[in-house]
């Protein structure tokens, strides 16, 4: 039997930090659904088309790697895919009681579906979406924080909004 996890989150943009963690989870698992949330409370500087692009572009090198999106319940969206598990990426303590609420609420939906937490490599424990946007949108070096596709996607849309 394949065994089949998602890894969601907002995506905007990719980093190293969320690469590290798809990198690794795609080692433990058969395939890996990628997910990009469609979160209707955020105000995401790419919309979700860009960000799935950008993330199968960087992904492109992971065979069993598939790159999605969906709103509503993430439970409802790994049935959907038949999958078994949820890896969620954790960088500091902080993220954990967060991560434990949603964790809690999911089992609740649906005990078969079982969360991992995989730490984040050392170097990206500080690494988060809205720090990259914050240092690009001044001009800032980003290019070890995201890979280069990522970076001329943040350029082209800072420049556009100028």
Known sequence: MMKVAVCPG???????????????????????????????????????EERIELIKKVTSDIPNVKV???????????KSVKASAIIRGLRAV???????QITSMNRVLDDAIET?????NNQYSFLSSSIVKEVA??????????????????????ASKE
């Open 10 to 48: 907002s995506f905007d943009p990719i980093t190293y930090g969320h690469l590290d963690i798809i990198k690794r989870g795609a080692k433990v698992f058969d395939q890996l659904h990628v997910v990009v949330l469609n979160n209707s409370s955020k105000n995401p500087l790419f919309s979700v």
């Open 116 to 120: 991992f937490f995989v730490m984040t």
């Open 94 to 100: 902080s993220d954990f009681e967060y991560e434990m």
């Open 137 to 158: 949108k001044y001009n800032g070096n980003v290019s070890e924080l995201v890979p280069a596709s990522v970076e001329s996607a943040l350029k082209e849309k800072f």
């Open 68 to 78: 999605d999106s969906f709103q509503g319940l993430l439970v409802d969206y790994a």
